[in-house]
């Protein structure tokens, strides 16, 4: 567990490429409070709707969640929804520059309408999908521009995933110059594959995740025990030459299988599932994440079951947070982690704090070698209401700010640690360089910061008033601070250091 826990603490920003279907998933919700008098069907009353990328553009957000760098290689219509996607993905940093213009087909559109029953708000289902697409594999032109494309930019990523859901984009001969580039450079590549009968066109990929019925498909092996895995997984790797196969088994978990003949079934934690949609994607992201940056598959699969099974939890295509993974590890532990809590979790547990009227106080910081002084200042804050919380910058956070040397602690560490005062009720991770989203997320009662910030004024400051919420200033403990406590070593260091040398001098 501390393994997996330091490995999604210090994913870091690799620089992974996605090559793949993309669409634009559009969501309509909505109640459903009465049958049409036209037809048996529901009728929707339409509250709101919200649009996220799909298919391959969903490997995209969740990469970009997690703090990777993305590169995203596919095609989209000379079309409104297609400039709806690019500007989502220019909106999140991705590099579009792999994603070229088709305009022989539509931007792949799907429209999910989502019905809550009567009017409580809960129970949320799908009622109807409606796809606009078409599907004919790409001209000879593309190809070669996007050919070029790889080749121009695989030599600089860390990692190369390929998403293929059978649109038109991934045909025999572009998955070949896939491969051939990927060998040429020596860059592991991994695809999620689509439901076909014959996997040839995958052959020379570093890794497959094909679910229980598209491996079942494929290798015509009834899936139904772990001799049945072995098998279909054997057939898969030997007849194309990858090195692992992952093979997702829904409620079962995962099964990686090495070429060497080894086998692991990996167990998932029962839970409710609301919506199976993203699973996949989640799959393939944690392993382009947790293998990017130089772990093994094993390690990538252990943490990619952990993603999958909060993705189901979710409505949609949602990304999974670094945070959420780690609560899901760390939390229920004991006491003390299980005040750690992600962003959208820590929501609903506000909201029940506020039908109670508790009044809530948010501070923010890095907290790298916690001293006296964060103590007092923690205790400050505490006592301004009811329960405090602590926004904490990981530990890209902190490095985008202070520098590759820091932080001295990592962000796990840091937050046990701020979760073993008595003072502070929840701790929560961010990776911007200010609070000010967290701050919005958590709408504070009370905000409160350093007395240095007085003259600069609190990033959040104005939020929070404007809602009738109040900043405060803490007083400092002069003289203690993370820098002065390591010059301090340093010297105390150095003296020693230079008491040796004269005594071996001496002598």
């Known amino acids: 567990m501390d393994k997996l826990l330091g490995i999604i603490s210090n994913l870091g920003s690799p620089r992974i490429m996605v090559i793949g279907d993309l669409m634009l998933d559009k969501y309509v919700w909505g109640e459903v409070k009465r ?50 996607l690019l500007n989502l993905f220019k909106g999140m940093g991705v590099d579009t520059t792999g994603i070229v213009v088709d305009k022989s087909r539509p931007t792949i559109l799907k429209m999910r309408f989502m019905g809550h029953l009567q009017t409580t708000g809960k129970g949320v289902q799908q009622l109807l999908r409606v796809d606009y697409e078409k599907t004919h594999s790409i001209s000879a032109a593309i190809e070669r521009q996007l050919a070029g494309y790889l080749s121009d930019n695989i030599p600089a990523c860390d990692i190369i995933l390929i998403s293929d859901m059978n649109k038109g984009l991934l045909s025999h001969s572009f998955l070949k110059t896939i491969v051939a580039v990927c060998k040429k450079h020596k860059k592991i590549a991994i695809v999620d594959p689509k439901l076909m009968s014959d996997y040839a066109c995958y052959e020379g990929f570093t890794a497959m995740t094909p679910n229980r019925n598209e491996t079942e498909i494929a290798t015509g092996i009834k899936i139904t025990d772990s001799d049945s895995l072995h098998r279909a997984g054997n057939k898969l790797v030997s007849s194309l030459s990858l090195e692992y196969c992952i093979i997702t088994i829904d409620k079962d978990g995962m099964f990686l299988y090495h070429k060497s003949g080894e086998g692991k079934i990996i167990p998932t934690v029962p839970r409710a599932v609301s919506d199976v949609t993203g699973a996949g994607d989640m799959v393939l992201s944690m392993f382009g994440m947790v293998v990017g940056t130089g772990h093994g598959f094993e390690d990538a699969a252990l943490l990619a079951n952990v993603a999958a099974g909060i993705e189901v939890g979710k409505i949609g295509a949602t990304p999974v947070s670094k945070g959420e993974i780690l609560n899901e590890l760390i939390g229920g532990k004991n006491q003390l982690s299980d005040k750690i809590k992600d962003v959208e979790v820590l929501k609903g547990i506000l909201a029940e704090h506020r039908k109670k009227n508790d009044k809530i106080v948010f501070t923010n910081g890095c907290f790298d070698i916690l001293h006296i002084g964060h103590i007092e200042y923690l205790k400050f804050a505490r006592k301004q209401g009811d329960l405090l919380v602590v926004g904490l910058n990981t530990d890209l956070s902190v490095r985008s700010q202070k520098g590759p040397t ?87 260091h150095n003296q020693i250091q230079n008491s040796k040398e004269a005594i071996g001098q001496a002598q």
């Open 35 to 84: 049958i049409s008098q036209e037809a048996p069907i529901p009728v929707i009353n339409v509250s709101s709707e919200d649009v996220r990328p799909g298919g391959a553009g969903s490997v995209v957000n969740n990469l970009q969640t997690l703090g990777a760098q993305v590169f995203a290689c596919g095609i989209i219509g000379d079309d409104a929804h297609g400039h709806t």
């Open 406 to 492: 820091r932080p001295f602690v990592s962000e796990i560490e840091r937050a046990k640690m701020l979760s073993a005062l008595e003072d502070v009720t929840y701790v929560v991770l961010f990776d911007e360089l200010t609070p000010l989203n967290l701050i919005k997320a958590v709408r504070p009662d009370v905000l409160v910061k350093g007395e240095d910030w007085k003259k600069a004024g609190a990033v959040g400051g104005e939020f929070v008033e404007s809602y009738g919420g109040k900043v405060v200033f803490a007083p400092f403990v002069d003289g203690v601070s993370t820098t002065n406590i390591v010059s301090r070593i340093l010297n105390r």
